[in-house]
């Protein structure tokens, strides 16, 4: 399971970037079991975007691979309505799972920037704890 100390590591790596970028996001991190663990609103950051965080670091656990691969393979598949199921998901660019040693540990969700800047902030996220 993702521990708290890493919850902030990730946490401040997530902010440092999102600072670097000129941009301000909510960051949601999540435990294996899609349970919130860790949560930061930047000042100014979208109310709207804090919900879509925290449904970006659920998908990326509860369908282990980034939210936005989900996005691929439901609409691929033609699966019209999947993201509404377990409480709402999210299909695209901002949620990664974090796994190490093949363990799913827990996600990352970021919103309030473009998707592409959302996926950048929660990978330099993700090495803050891959080391």
Not at 93 to 108: E, S, V
């Amino acid at each position: 399971m993702l521990k708290e100390e890493q919850a902030q590591a990730m946490l401040k790596a997530a902010r440092e970037h999102a600072v670097q970028l000129g941009v301000r996001v909510n960051i949601a991190i999540v435990d294996g079991g899609a349970h919130l663990l860790a949560f930061n609103r930047m000042d100014g950051a979208m109310l709207g975007s804090i919900e879509v965080a925290l449904k970006k670091a659920r998908t990326a656990v509860l369908f282990p691979m980034p939210a936005e691969q989900f996005g691929e393979i439901i609409r691929h598949a033609e699966l019209t309505g999947m993201e509404h199921t377990n409480g709402g998901l999210v299909a695209f660019a901002g949620g990664l799972p974090l796994h190490i040693d093949g363990r799913l540990l827990g996600a990352i969700g970021i919103s309030g920037a473009n998707a592409e800047q959302d996926k950048a902030i929660a990978e330099q996220a993700i090495l803050q704890i891959m080391g």
